[in-house]
């Protein structure tokens, strides 16, 4: 019979320790296994978080550096540009001072003319003063001046003087110009242009003229005529007006300057309403630029010849009253060659004088 085998307590409880710490390995391991992959996932998620931020700064940087870069190149033309301006400024900035020195050049130039002009001016000043206390120690009597241009001085052999002096100033449509032609243009202009006619102005001038020199103890009238004649003091028709304090001469000039030139020309009314004055004039002032064209009544053509006009003429000298001198200043007017001849006898025979002035008279 076979023997019976010994058991071997020891080695049995060793298999199980072993198997026990095995086992405790494995579980802990696996604990901390699983330990790791959650803080592994949760610092994966923490990493992809900061990707993430990281790319979102990345793509926000490249888009600032984009914008700064706009900038810059903005920044680099501006200054380009202001550097080209600055050398621009610099370049008119010379030119400028360039100038300023050419003008401080001239202003010095200036002044030295300036200062020989205010010598200049000084001396002239000094000389008209006493021209003008020469000439007023010979006018003082006279109530009225008017003032020339210049120095020129004229020698017209015409005397102002007598007690009862007759202006008559012819207010006929040919007083508007020299030349047919313009005579018929101006007719057609406005009021306002016909005033301002140069030969008209001439005529109202040369009244103001021989208005100065009339004398203080003087009567005076002042007519206009074309076809009509009219007194251009107010309401004197016929009646001398004393000189007084030219008051009435005054207001007759301010009216002179009002009247337009119009119509035709007769002679013949003027002489009618001389011979009606009480008494006759000592002085006659005829300021007229052509022969009459019509007689006391208006014409029946349109036209008048040149010795129909003679024939006016004489007419109404003929009814001239005697012993009345009248001095003729006359404005030669185009196509009337008779008229100068026949004015200047006119003159001659009544003891008066003719005159035929420059255009800058008086």
């Known amino acids: ?178 030349k047919i032609v313009n005579v018929l243009r101006r007719r057609n202009m406005s009021d306002e242009r016909k005033l301002m006619a140069p030969k008209w102005q001439r005529g109202i001038r040369t009244v103001e003229w021989i208005a100065a020199q009339l004398p203080l103890d003087a009567s005076f009238q002042i007519y206009s005529f074309n076809e009509t004649v009219e007194s251009i003091v107010p309401d004197s028709d016929g009646d001398w007006i004393e000189l007084a304090e030219g008051r009435e001469l005054d207001q007759a000039l301010k009216h002179l300057n009002t009247l337009i030139p119009g119509k035709g020309t007769s002679l013949q009314n003027l002489i009618e309403a001389m011979n009606e004055l009480d008494p006759l004039p000592d002085n006659v002032y005829l300021i007229i630029d052509s022969l009459p064209t019509q007689g006391t009544k208006p014409p029946r053509s349109a036209t008048i010849s040149g010795r129909e006009r003679l024939n006016l003429f004489r007419d109404a000298v003929n009814r001239m009253p005697a012993q009345v001198p009248v001095n003729v200043i006359m404005f030669p007017m185009e196509g009337d060659p008779m008229a100068a001849a026949a004015y200047w006898n006119l003159a001659r025979t009544s003891g008066g004088s003719f005159l035929s002035p420059s255009r800058d008279w008086p």
């Open 1 to 178: 019979m076979a023997r019976r085998r010994d058991t071997n307590i020891f080695s049995l409880a060793f298999l199980d320790v072993m198997s026990c710490g095995f086992g405790a390995i494995i579980l802990v391991f696996l604990i901390i296994n699983h330990a790791t992959e959650n803080e592994i996932r949760i610092s994966s998620q923490d990493l992809l978080a900061e990707i993430r931020l990281l790319d979102y700064q990345v793509q926000n940087g490249q888009k600032d550096m984009f914008d700064l870069r706009e900038r810059l190149e903005e920044m680099l033309q501006s200054i380009s540009d202001s550097a080209q301006a600055l050398n621009s400024t610099e370049t008119e900035l010379e030119e400028s001072e360039d100038e300023l020195a050419d003008m401080s050049a001239e202003s010095l130039a200036q002044i030295k003319s300036l200062k020989e002009l205010k010598s200049d001016v000084e001396t002239r000043e000094k000389e008209l003063q006493r021209l003008r206390a020469l000439e007023e120690a010979e006018e003082g009597s006279r109530i009225r001046t008017v003032a020339g241009q210049g120095d020129r001085q004229y020698l017209t052999g015409m005397k102002i003087g007598g007690k009862n002096i007759l202006i008559a100033l012819d207010t006929s449509a040919s007083m508007l110009d020299d």
